[in-house]
C-alpha cells in the first residue's frame, strides 16, 4: 500500500488511521460557535462532524484545508516530540535520523496509529522530510495508511444548477401571485408649510465638511506549524502577495518525466529571504481547490483556483514575479 500519490491524499488518509472514538472525543471538545474566529471553511465541516458524527464521510468529502487542520491537531503532540527528538537536524534530517526519531517514540509508548497520522502529515504538509517520511510509510507495514475515495464536489458556483421547469413555474407563479396581492400606498397627506429661519451664519461661509471614516477590515493572521515557522515568517513583507513562480508538480506525469515544475501563479502564505510558502493558483477545481475571486483584477486570463495546500519554495536561486498584493478582504476570504 503507498504512502499518498499527492499530498492532499496523504492528509485524508492520515487522518483515517485515526480511531473514529478518538476524533470525535476530540472534535466534541472543540468551541466551534460562529462567535469563535475560526474560518467558515474549517468551523463549518467540523461543526457537521460534530452533528452528524460521521467520520469517514468527512475524511472523503470535506474541504481539505477543514482536514488539514484536525490532523495537525490530532497529531501536534508527537510534532513537536519528534522534531524535540531530531534537534539540530529537524529541518532536514537523514532518512537514518528519521528513522532512529521514530523508533525512539515507539519505545516511548507512541502508536502506530499515532506515528503513521504524524508520518502522512509532514507528506501533506511537504515538509523537508517528507520523502523520508513517505519512505517509511511505503517500507513499514505498521505505517501503512487506509485508502479514501474522495468524493469530489458535485456542484460549482460557477455551474448553475438543473431545475425541473414545472418547479420553476410554479415559482413563478407564485411571485405573480405576491405581486398582485400587494396595493400601492396611499399619497402621504400634503405637510404644513414651516416658515423658514433665516441663518445667521455669513451665506458666504461654506459648510463644514464632514468626513466619514472607511470601515477598518482586520487582516486575518495566520497560524504556522512548528516546521513551517523555522523557514518563514508570517509577518514578512511579501506574505498576502500573488507572485508568479516555478512550483514543483506534486507527482511526475509518465508523458512528460523531465518536466518537474512549472511556472504559475500562487499566494505567498509567508516569507524569508530566500523561502516563500505559497497556495498555489491553478484552472482547475478540485475537492482541495477553492475559487479564487480576485482572478480578473489581477490579469489572470480564466477563472482560477486557489489550492489549500501549502508548499515551500526555494528562491534563492529562482526568479520570482510580483503579480500584486491582495487587499485584506481578499486575502481573508482564503482562510
Same mark, same amino acid.
Given at each position: 500500500? +503507498?504512502?499518498?500519490? +499527492? ?13 473514529? @472514538? ?5 472534535? +466534541? ?25 460521521? =467520520? ?16 495537525? $491537531? ?10 524535540? $527528538? ?28 499515532? $506515528? ?88 458666504? @461661509? ?10 477598518? =477590515? ?6 504556522? @506549524? ?5 523557514? =518563514? ?7 498576502? @502577495? =500573488? ?12 508523458? $512528460? ?60 536561486? +529562482? ?17
Amino acid at each position: 500500500m +503507498t504512502s499518498a500519490q +499527492t499530498p492532499a491524499d496523504a492528509l485524508r488518509r492520515g487522518l483515517a488511521r485515526f480511531d473514529e @472514538t478518538l476524533v470525535l472525543e476530540v472534535v +466534541t471538545s472543540l468551541d466551534l460557535r460562529p462567535s469563535t474566529k475560526i474560518s467558515p471553511a474549517v468551523g463549518m465541516p467540523l461543526r457537521g462532524l460534530q452533528q452528524r458524527r460521521d =467520520v469517514t464521510s468527512f475524511v472523503a468529502s470535506a474541504p481539505l484545508v477543514a482536514v488539514r487542520s484536525l490532523l495537525e $491537531l490530532l497529531v501536534a503532540r508527537n510534532l513537536d516530540r519528534i522534531i524535540e $527528538l531530531l534537534g539540530e537536524h529537524s529541518e532536514r534530517p537523514t532518512y537514518e535520523q528519521m528513522l532512529a526519531a521514530v523508533d525512539a517514540m515507539r519505545a516511548e509508548g507512541v502508536s502506530d496509529a499515532d $506515528l503513521a497520522a504524524l508520518l502522512a502529515f509532514a507528506v501533506g504538509e511537504q515538509f523537508p522530510a517528507a520523502e523520508h517520511c513517505r519512505r517509511l510509510i511505503d517500507e513499514r507495514d505498521e505505517f501503512a495508511l487506509p485508502e479514501v475515495e474522495v468524493v469530489e464536489p458535485t456542484g460549482s458556483l460557477l455551474t448553475p444548477k438543473d431545475v425541473d421547469p414545472a418547479v420553476r413555474e410554479a415559482r413563478r407563479q407564485r411571485r405573480e401571485a405576491a405581486k398582485n396581492k400587494k396595493k400601492p400606498a396611499p399619497p402621504p397627506p400634503p405637510r404644513p408649510a414651516k416658515t423658514r429661519a433665516v441663518a445667521s451664519v455669513d451665506a458666504a @461661509t461654506p459648510p463644514a465638511s464632514v468626513s466619514i471614516a472607511p470601515a477598518l =477590515v482586520e487582516r486575518r493572521r495566520i497560524t504556522l @506549524t512548528p516546521a513551517e515557522a523555522k523557514l =518563514v515568517n508570517a509577518d514578512h513583507v511579501k506574505a498576502g @502577495t =500573488v507572485v508568479s513562480v516555478e512550483i514543483p508538480f506534486d507527482s511526475i506525469d509518465p508523458a $512528460l518525466p523531465d518536466v518537474r515544475a512549472k511556472h504559475r501563479p500562487a499566494v505567498v502564505v509567508a516569507a524569508s529571504e530566500s523561502t516563500l510558502l505559497v497556495r498555489g493558483i491553478y484552472s482547475n477545481q478540485f475537492a482541495n481547490r477553492q475559487l479564487f475571486g480576485p482572478w480578473r483584477r489581477l490579469g489572470l486570463d480564466h477563472v482560477s483556483y486557489v489550492s489549500d495546500e501549502r508548499q515551500v519554495i526555494d528562491v534563492s536561486e +529562482t526568479p520570482v514575479t510580483e503579480l500584486a498584493r491582495l487587499t485584506d478582504e481578499e486575502w481573508n476570504s482564503l482562510w
